[in-house]
């Protein structure tokens, strides 16, 4: 053949690099673990919907602090039902609460609501006092014999079941009070109540109306005290007759003086309608829509403090559980042998001290240093993570002798390097999954310590659910909704993150892939 | 086999000899409360002189564990039952927390097996549907919660059952009256919600895998009907993992439920518990902690114990 060393250049020529077949690319985009994990999270129904409530029970405790509901606590109002002015109109959160009543007692709340229409003291009748704005009572729904006397079964709002009170105040605020009912036409200041014979009760600002024992009203008839009753009163044959405290001139008085210092400097007592007088101090209707809690404090910022409270201890612990255990588990599994023996030991003996022992030690030895919450963590801390770590463990175990492992270190990567970039990223879903499971146990864990009173975590700037639910423990079969509301959250977050969890769990299980179509 | 109970226990007892001195340095090194009373506070004062109180750390765990061997003596109870022997206080409460759970386990375990039996045969129609979201439901929500809607509803709205467990007294002296076991219902109902839905969740998945098995396959073809291979086999296989956890929801039956005893003042341990952290009242406290830590120990070694026992493949294996 011809010299093929010394081929002459011109006879080269350039390939057409049109020709060259390459390898096509993928016109569809890769789906890596991650993603294919949260295709599949999102296909299970269930995790999704979970996923949303518990965004939004996360979106309440945030948002509602920030809403400018009253953060004070009002003792006059304590364990008010729910009461919302605008839904009050189609019947939902009234602010009323269904009780029994005898004749007497139904008469003086509707009688509360008369009195408030007439804080001139001129008298007023039954019929006025009904269709008033302050009358307490919405309906009396039956009515049924007990023995000799009738008892109602009635629907009261208890805010203005409160209705008057005694109140000691400036006489700077006396003046303030006259100008503000000049401005805004409310009333707030009503006359003294007489103390004679017909007040059988001088510190109860609500008995107006001449009453003789046991609270039964009476008029007087030429000197004799005549009862009068119910259906009196409904069919307008007798009227309340009020037991004001008038001057020489018969007109009602506002205030006395009480308490030392000069007729200037001196403390006015006066009788206030406390719904008006609420008004007065906060500018606003009392409204609380989940009612206010066995303190006082509005049940639904409570709610969400005890949430952010819930939330942000259960965070904390499932993310020191996730770095912890992990660390712990990755050094077990990989090293193994006499490391894993000891290490597991030490494991053993933590798992084995009850949770509420760790808890109760924890607390009373350095909740006077540290605070509740942290020492509560710690607690936490010091046995949560042994699970994770366990199973960082297997996972470890399942890894560490196949062969991607083995290429790695033949290619001489340091244990640290195998250990982070090559096991971990592989076993991080199941981590992932277990941290997130931990949560609703962590909520449930910590509800069950502030309810049981073994951790204190009630203040005047934080509650936790616990701590509501065990307030309402004993008097919640007369204000149900002390119980249902912060047991209907607890519930939904527990349930909620148990969905999500097992969501997650099946969304990372790459076994699981292709078993539901 | 025997090799492997005896190595199970001997580790045990160390890890609970670990777990009983770190508690009791924790303890001891709490400051103590004198009560009021200058003439009791007098009397404790030298009680508790004597007893060693007052001497190092180490000292005192040693006269603890003397006495303990020497006298069964796990000192004294200084609030809760003025002093009276702290394993006395303990030994009364066990039985009615034994009680409560025992009535509730009796309650729930056929219930929960045949529930999660169920469900597995069913699986993916609507009875297991239904059934799966109904544990889901039942086993998230707290026992408190429970707690309060039985009492609302069967002691409060039907009036069926008193409010709380009767006294002693009341039930005619003895634990075990009619009386008694009336009152302690609603309790019982309580436990019963979460330990029913734990107990179908494990029936269902357990069984759901053995009755995809290759040798259910095999009964089939064999010539066995449907319900012949799930009793005679997918069952009793089934039944491996469940029965070892029956038996450790059996021992922690000692532990009871804290929470429900203290709503529904059942006079038991976890009561004892919150009492003696009330009133500072630490030999009290230290008897409650041996005794949950031995009981979670006990359930978590009769486990692993008793699976050798059941399943085969593990008792073959150890020869």
């Known amino acids: ?517 | 086999m025997t090799k492997y109970v005896i190595k199970r226990i001997l580790l045990m007892l160390f890890t609970f000899f670990v777990i009983i001195t770190i508690c009791f340095m924790l303890v001891r090194l709490l400051p103590r409360e004198l009560p009021t009373d200058k003439n009791l506070a007098e009397i404790m004062q030298a009680r508790w002189d004597a007893l060693g109180y007052n001497e190092p750390l180490l000292v005192q765990y040693g006269i603890y564990l003397k006495m303990i061997f020497t006298k069964w003596d796990f000192g004294t109870s200084w609030y809760v039952q003025r002093m009276a022997p702290a394993w006395e206080v303990i030994a009364s409460r066990i039985l009615p927390t034994v009680l409560v759970n025992l009535y509730s386990f009796i309650i729930s375990v056929p219930i929960g097996i045949a529930l999660g039996a169920f469900a597995a045969i069913k699986k993916n129609k609507w009875q297991d549907h239904t059934i799966s979201t109904l544990v889901m439901l039942f086993v998230s929500i707290p026992v408190y919660v429970y707690a309060f809607l039985v009492q609302y509803v069967f002691c409060f709205q039907l009036g069926w059952f008193p409010l709380t467990v009767s006294s002693l007294t009341d039930a005619g002296g003895s634990w075990l009256s009619p009386t008694m076991f009336w009152s302690m219902m609603p309790a019982v109902i309580s436990l019963c919600f979460g330990q029913i839905a734990g107990l179908t969740r494990f029936t269902r998945a357990e069984l759901t895998e053995t009755l995809t098995a290759d040798y259910m396959l095999l009964a089939r073809t064999k010539g066995l009907k449907k319900s012949q291979a799930i009793t005679r086999h997918a069952l009793k296989n089934a039944m491996v993992p469940i029965l070892p956890m029956i038996i450790s929801t059996f021992i922690s039956i000692l532990g009871g439920s804290m929470v429900i005893e203290q709503i529904f003042s059942v006079p038991g341990v976890g009561q004892l518990y919150i009492q003696s952290i009330v009133q500072r009242d630490y030999d009290v406290f230290m008897m409650d902690t041996i005794f949950y830590t031995f009981v979670g120990l006990l359930a978590g070694i009769v486990v692993d114990i008793s699976y050798g026992f059941i399943d085969p493949r593990i008792r073959m294996g150890e020869k």
Not at chain 1, 332 to 354: F, H, K, N, Q, T
Request: charged share 20%.
């Open chain 1, 1 to 517: 053949m011809e010299n093929l060393n010394n081929i002459p250049r011109e006879k080269f020529q350039f390939a057409d690099t049109r020709d060259i077949s390459h390898d096509k690319k993928f016109e569809t985009k890769p789906v890596g673990y991650f993603k294919d994990a949260w295709l599949r999270f999102c296909k299970n129904k269930a995790s999704v919907v979970a996923a949303v409530i518990i965004i939004i029970i996360v979106l309440y405790a945030l948002i509602v602090p920030l809403c400018g509901l009253p953060e004070f606590m009002d003792a006059y109002y304590a364990r008010m039902s729910p009461r919302n002015l605008a839904l009050r109109n189609i019947g939902i959160a009234t602010g009323g609460s269904t009780n029994e009543y005898n004749e007497r007692s139904l008469i003086l709340n509707y009688s509360l609501g008369a009195a408030a229409e007439d804080a001139e003291g001129e008298g007023v009748t039954w019929e006025e006092g009904l269709s008033g704005y302050y009358q307490p009572v919405i309906a009396v729904k039956s009515s049924a014999k007990s023995g000799n006397n009738l008892v109602y079964t009635a629907e009261v709002d208890t805010y203005l079941a409160v209705g008057f009170i005694y109140h000691s105040i400036t006489q700077q605020e006396y003046a303030d009070i006259i100008s503000w009912q000049e401005e805004t036409g409310k009333q707030v200041l009503y006359p003294l109540i007489a103390e004679n014979e017909y007040n059988i009760d001088k510190s109860n600002a609500n008995y107006w109306y001449k009453m003789i024992t046991r609270a039964t009203p009476v008029n007087i008839v030429d000197g004799r005290e005549v009862q009068i009753s119910y259906e009196d009163l409904q069919s307008g044959e007798a009227m309340l007759e009020d037991n004001y405290m008038r001057d020489e001139n018969g007109s009602p008085v506002y205030y006395t003086y009480t308490g030392g210092g000069t007729v200037e400097t001196a403390m006015y007592r006066v009788r206030v309608l406390y719904y008006n007088y609420y008004v007065y101090q906060n500018g606003f209707e009392p409204q609380y829509l989940f009612g206010t809690d066995s303190q006082g404090y509005d049940l639904a910022l409570r709610m969400a403090r005890g949430i952010q409270l819930s939330l942000l201890v259960a965070l904390c612990v499932s993310a020191i559980n996730l770095v912890l255990g992990a660390v712990y588990g990755a050094i077990e599994g990989y090293y193994g042998g006499a490391i894993d023996l000891i290490m597991e030991r030490i494991s053993d003996i933590l798992s084995g001290v009850p949770f509420i022992v760790v808890a109760t030690l924890f607390q009373i030895h350095l909740a006077a240093q540290l605070g509740a919450i942290p020492s509560l963590l710690f607690a936490f801390v010091m046995t949560g993570w042994i699970s994770t770590a366990a199973r960082t463990r297997t996972q470890f175990y399942r890894f560490k002798n196949s062969e991607y492992v083995l290429a790695a270190r033949t290619l001489g990567a340091r244990d640290r390097r195998i250990i982070w970039k090559h096991i971990f990223p592989n076993s991080l879903g199941t981590i992932i999954t277990s941290s997130v499971l931990i949560i609703p146990g962590v909520i449930f864990d910590e509800s069950m310590l502030s309810f049981l009173g073994i951790v204190n975590l009630g203040g005047s700037e934080m509650t936790s659910l616990g701590t509501l639910l065990s307030d309402a423990s004993s008097i919640w079969t007369r204000y149900p909704h002390l119980m249902i509301f912060p047991a209907l959250v607890i519930s939904l977050l527990m349930i909620c993150f148990n969905l999500f969890g097992n969501g997650l769990r099946d969304a990372f299980n790459p076994s699981l892939r292709g078993v539901e179509e």
